[in-house]
């Protein structure tokens, strides 16, 4: 389990990130909400080591200290980031780009396993191991950047806005490979646009406005909220 306590983000004056407490269970399927600017990227940039939070806050997966750790660290101890803009290596091959995901010792060892999941999430990146990425389009492109992040064997999934850009049908393909990833027993904490689609997939979300959680529940429920609708939905 990922548990977060008192996380708090500032650059400079601006404080990005109030004091956020939330948790993401093995397997379940968790959406983060909020407008342009609300401290969503700054959160999971913070969760897998990119940003430096305040002093006070507790980030653990399981018994471990994450706040403790590198970067690095942090992949190996089971948590993995893909972020906005999905940083795939457009020069390397597909398989260059997920060989890259399993660098750690952790990773090496179901490094078979996991390649053959990554196949059978998106089966389309088997047939175009051999291909530069940055000649693919770019919902193959993320379909690579979670592939290698599945390669890192994570407990914990972290993915920054994966519909972005993409098409609707290429979105929808991507939320089906995203629940089949949380069907495999690891939990995801995804920060999403389109709050439709995330809600209709996820177990739980959290609402996230300038730098605070101000509502969290079960996303039939969010869902439901006449509140949630109008902010979020494009409900009037």
Not at 12 to 27: I, S, T, Y
Not at 116 to 124: D, G, K, N, S, T
Request: aromatic share 2%.
């Amino acid at each position: 389990m990922l548990e977060v306590k008192g996380l708090s983000v500032s650059y400079g004056k601006h404080h990005a990130l109030q004091r956020v407490d939330l948790r993401v269970d093995v397997g379940e399927l968790v959406v983060i909400l909020g407008a342009n600017g609300a401290g969503k990227s700054s959160l999971l940039r913070a969760l897998g080591g990119m940003q430096k939070p305040q002093p006070g806050a507790e980030v653990r997966l399981d018994t471990q200290d994450l706040l403790a750790m590198p970067a690095h660290r942090i992949v190996e101890a089971g948590l993995s980031l893909v972020p906005e803009g999905r940083g795939v290596f457009p020069d390397l091959t597909v398989m260059e780009n997920l060989k890259l995901g399993a660098y750690t010792p952790r990773a090496r060892q179901s490094e078979r396993a996991n390649h053959e999941r990554v196949l059978e999430l998106f089966p389309r990146l088997g047939e175009r191991l051999g291909q530069r990425v940055g000649t693919m389009s770019g919902g193959e492109q993320q379909m690579v950047a979670v592939g290698r992040a599945i390669m890192s064997a994570p407990q914990i999934l972290l993915l920054d806005e994966p519909s972005l850009g993409l098409s609707p049908i290429m979105s929808l393909d991507l939320f089906r490979a995203i629940e089949r990833i949380r069907e495999l027993g690891v939990g995801v904490l995804m920060v999403e646009q389109n709050a439709n689609l995330s809600l209709r997939i996820a177990d739980r979300g959290y609402l996230l406005e300038t730098g605070r959680v101000v509502g969290q529940g079960l996303a039939a429920e969010l869902r439901d909220d006449p509140e949630v609708q109008r902010a979020y939905l494009g409900s009037h």
